[in-house]
């Protein structure tokens, strides 16, 4: 059975925090359950910006491979890769790039944005203009459902889907393909195939939605389907073309106002991160020198959570009789900045502990990584590779 993926990737641009453990890597490991998931290290998308530093790329990779491992996603359930291990990601990338408009491109709107943001850097190039649609190939090329990302990235999604719906516009077109595609609806059997016919007739001559849905479920529960007559009839139900590369859907992840130790949004940029695997005296000491409500001077004097950062903190971290703790004790100065911060570094060492422990194994032996992310490389390059078949075929670049 094909069952629905789901893939996403990261740029290796230096190591994890705690907001990409709240905000990203908790979210990864309950899809894990769920899914057959892909999780890869985007190092091809780092050099899009990082061109000129290529060595940061390098030192980030493993570490942050440790880190997803540290937060708990599990290579016995997910397949974890590094981008450029599969290189057919850059080959289905050249093949829609003959057919993408500049003009796509040019109007996403993270492209002017982020060459506005990073004013250090050039980025006037033809790759970092090609960012979405490489991305476009490494969700394409794994013909994947679902697409975990923050809401700056929806953009990206609906580029893909817009250059996926091209493309099986494009070369979807198949000599024959009516006959095909009845044929392969033989293929389902008996009852199967009736219901098929039926539900793409009420889709088709009625426009009815929910036959459409019931379809794809019947086609997508069907066990002995070939790739190509899963395209074909897919394709059929909508129309007279092959669904070759299927639209994604984006997986919004809740946003995480994660705070960092200034009260704004933890990121790097701000420098005010505590990373994923960071030692305990180096926590304890950033905790204790975060700022606090600036009304609180000396010992006795009252302040208010809503003005200080900690409190954000205790937000994420501390129970309702912690917080009533440090409400009242702070606003009746009966308990000191540095008391009220403490359940916070516990806090952070205990959610810190089972990943220490699951990161230790990988440092101890550093060739149980390469083992998974080598493993992990193969599945991806096996499925990447399925797809690259249909896509060159599509395209007449078998020449058999
Ligand atoms: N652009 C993504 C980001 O910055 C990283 C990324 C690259 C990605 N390729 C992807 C995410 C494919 C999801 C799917 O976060
Ligand atoms: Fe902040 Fe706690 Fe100090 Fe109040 S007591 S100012 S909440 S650190």
Request: some cysteine; hydrophobic content about 35%; aromatic content about 8%.
């Amino acid at each position: 059975m094909f069952q629905e993926r789901v893939l996403s990737g990261m740029r290796a641009t230096g190591s994890l925090h705690l907001g990409h453990y709240h905000g990203v890597l908790k979210n990864w490991v309950g899809l894990q359950a769920e899914y057959p998931c892909f999780f890869f290290v985007a190092d091809w998308h780092a050099l899009t910006t990082h061109y000129e530093s290529p060595e940061v790329i390098e030192r980030s990779v493993w570490d942050m491979l440790v880190d997803w491992l540290a937060a708990g996603v599990d290579p016995a359930q997910s397949t974890l890769f590094i981008q450029s291990r599969v290189p057919e990601h850059a080959e289905l990338f050249l093949l829609l790039s003959m057919g993408t408009p500049l003009g796509w491109l040019e109007r996403v709107p993270t492209y002017k944005d982020q060459i506005e943001k990073m004013r250090d850097k050039d980025l006037s190039t033809y790759g970092f203009l090609g960012y979405p649609l490489l991305q476009a190939a490494d969700i394409l090329i794994y013909r994947a459902a679902h697409v975990p990302v923050g809401e700056d990235q929806v953009p990206h999604i609906e580029i893909t889907r817009e250059i996926a719906r091209r493309f099986n516009y494009l070369y979807g077109r198949e000599p024959g393909f009516s006959e095909k595609a009845q044929e392969a609806a033989k293929k389902l059997g008996g009852k199967r195939t009736k219901l098929y016919l039926e539900l793409r007739n009420a889709y088709q001559e009625q426009g009815d939605e929910s036959a459409l849905e019931s379809a794809r479920a019947l086609l997508a529960e069907s066990q002995s389907l070939s790739l190509g007559d899963r395209e074909r009839l897919f394709g059929y139900l909508e129309g007279v073309r092959k669904i070759i590369l299927p639209e994604p859907q984006a997986l919004l992840t809740a946003a995480s106002r994660m705070p960092g130790l200034d009260g704004q949004k933890m990121s790097k940029s701000y420098g005010n991160t505590i990373s994923l695997r960071e030692d305990r005296q180096s926590i304890e000491k950033k905790i204790r020198t975060m700022p606090t409500d600036p009304a609180r001077v000396r010992r006795h004097d009252p302040g208010n959570p809503e003005k200080c950062p900690v409190w954000q903190l205790h937000l994420v971290y501390s129970d309702e009789a912690t917080r009533t703790w440090v409400d009242k004790g702070c606003r009746a100065a009966s308990i000191g900045c540095l008391e009220c911060k403490q359940p916070v570094v516990e806090s952070i060492l205990t959610e810190q502990q089972p990943m220490l422990a699951r990161a230790q194994k990988y440092m101890d032996d550093p060739s149980l990584l390469r083992a998974i992310v080598a493993d992990g490389c193969d599945k991806a390059r096996k499925a990447a590779q399925e797809t690259m078949r249909e896509v060159r075929e599509a395209l007449g670049l078998t020449y058999s």
